[in-house]
Nanobody, 121 residues
Framework: QVQFVESGGGLVQPGGSLRLSCAVSGFTFSLFAMRWYRQAPGKERELVAAIGSAGGSSTNYADSVKGRFTISRDNAKNTAYLQMNSLKPEDTAVYYC?????????????WGQGTQVTVSS
């Protein structure tokens, strides 16, 4: 079955860094685009970063994180990452890993359980 293991969240001071990991199993990781979303209390879930399938050469970022966050993937380890630098209090949220693929007959859309990131002094 599909499984996600998200890790790397925690409490960090403003200006600090965290690296989130999303290890998956139960599907062919290299065929899926990977995305990181976040949801702060009282706010809608927003797309933070995305990376294409296979070679992962295509990446996209929300304007609010451009230049600070970097998404990457290691297909040999079935793992996606989100490197977060220069963190700000407004980055505080639960971060979710998402795997998506549009197949011939259906769309595949899998979600991790989320990991809390808190930026505070």
């Amino acid at each position: 079955q599909v499984q996600f293991v998200e890790s790397g969240g925690g409490l960090v001071q403003p200006g600090g860094s965290l690296r989130l990991s999303c290890a998956v199993s139960g599907f062919t990781f290299s065929l899926f685009a990977m995305r990181w979303y976040r949801q702060a209390p009282g706010k809608e879930r927003e797309l933070v970063a995305a990376i294409g399938s296979a070679g992962g050469s295509s990446t996209n970022y929300a304007d609010s994180v451009k230049g600070r966050f970097t998404i990457s993937r290691d297909n040999a380890k079935n793992t996606a990452y989100l490197q977060m630098n220069s963190l700000k209090p407004e980055d505080t949220a639960v971060y979710y890993c998402n795997a998506v693929r549009i197949g011939a007959l259906r769309e595949y859309d899998y979600w991790g359980q989320g990991t809390q990131v808190t930026v505070s002094s």
